[in-house]
Nanobody
Framework: QVRLQESGPGLVKPSQTLSLTCAVS??????????WAWIRQPPGKGLEWMAV???????HYKSALRSRTTISRDTSKNWFSLQLNSVTPEDTAVYYC??????????????WGQGTQVTVSL
């Protein structure tokens, strides 16, 4: 069974860069038909998809975050990462990494990390 574990700083100052890593175990990030994503949930709000990286290394981003976000992977270490630049307090959220697999013609999350709280504050 695949497991995902997020890691990163719990506190980031405004204007800095947030870097998160998702370590994957029990499966390869190069598994056929899988993609890997970052999703966040700000306090009191719903889940917000941020970015996804596909098997061929291509990436897609939420349009509102595209200019500040980079998703990447290291296949030799079996992890993928998120970089979010110029953070503001509005980026405070629980950040989740997730695996996506095809379901009924579209990609759906079938595995989640436990989530990591990130607070943007002085």
């Amino acid at each position: 069974q695949v497991r995902l574990q997020e890691s990163g700083p719990g506190l980031v100052k405004p204007s800095q860069t947030l870097s998160l890593t998702c370590a994957v175990s029990g499966g390869s990030i190069k598994t056929i038909s899988t993609s890997w994503a970052w999703i966040r949930q700000p306090p009191g709000k719903g889940l917000e998809w941020m970015a996804v990286i596909h098997l061929d290394g291509s990436a897609h981003y939420k349009s509102a975050l595209r200019s500040r976000t980079t998703i990447s992977r290291d296949t030799s270490k079996n992890w993928f990462s998120l970089q979010l630049n110029s953070v503001t307090p509005e980026d405070t959220a629980v950040y989740y990494c997730a695996r996506l697999s095809p379901l009924s013609g579209s990609l759906s999350v079938d595995s989640w990390g436990q989530g990591t709280q990130v607070t943007v504050s002085l």
